[in-house]
């Protein structure tokens, strides 16, 4: 019989530990191993443990030539007091096994390289240093009480802070994407670029789109 007795339940802590990239994989995947503290005395039976990821922009400096990259993110660097706000990441869930007194697990976060992202958008266009994350918990916890099994909700002010290194970022998508970059577009301008391509007798992409800036470029001189 699955009872709630709030006031017996696990005290959960949690930190970020560390990051690392996940090398074989569907998609481009980041690692992040998580440390959770049990700061009661009640057995886990397990944990639906599910994480919103949000990025702190305003927690870190940027060299003028990132403030000239991010533009578009945030706009011009003199309304950054205003505008250099908060934002999310990403959302991810993890299954956390029985413990007693603490555990470290991994947690998977898929990565996009989708530019039509914000978030993709803000990554790419830092040089180096950190990115501050906040990672805030929520889910359930499932724990052996006095009345056999148990279950309770993860309090909603559970988060823990973390920064990122530049280069993971820039790791991963060079692990899964080397040397290029993935853009996303209509299907009537594909035809038009597949179009162009076909006529001018074009072996790859790539080439179709630097002899379209080429003309451009030339145009404009």
Known sequence: ?????????????????????LEYAAIPTLLFRLGIENAGVEPVRSVALRTQIRIAP????????????????FGEASRWGETL???????????????SGSIVVDMPVHCTYDFDVVSTKY???LEDGEIPLEF????????????GLQVAQISWDK???????????????????????????QTD?????????????????EAALERLLRESEEGEG
Do not use: C
């Open 85 to 99: 706000k908060g934002m999310l990441w990403t959302h991810t869930a993890v299954q956390v096994p029985a413990f």
């Open 136 to 147: 805030l918990f929520s889910g359930t916890v499932f724990y052996a009480g006095d009345m």
């Open 123 to 125: 990554f790419h266009n």
């Open 1 to 21: 019989m699955v009872q709630y007795r709030k006031s017996t339940a696990p005290d959960l802590q949690f930190r970020v530990e560390g990051v690392e990239v």
């Open 159 to 185: 988060e823990a802070p973390f920064r990122m290194p530049v280069r993971v970022w820039k790791e991963v998508m060079a692990h899964y994407f080397p040397n290029s970059a993935w853009l996303r577009i």
């Open 58 to 73: 305003a927690q870190r400096h940027y060299k003028a030539d990132e403030q000239e990259r991010l533009r578009e993110v």
């Open 189 to 205: 301008t594909f035809d038009r670029l597949y179009g162009y391509k076909t006529r001018k007798g074009l072996p790859t992409w």
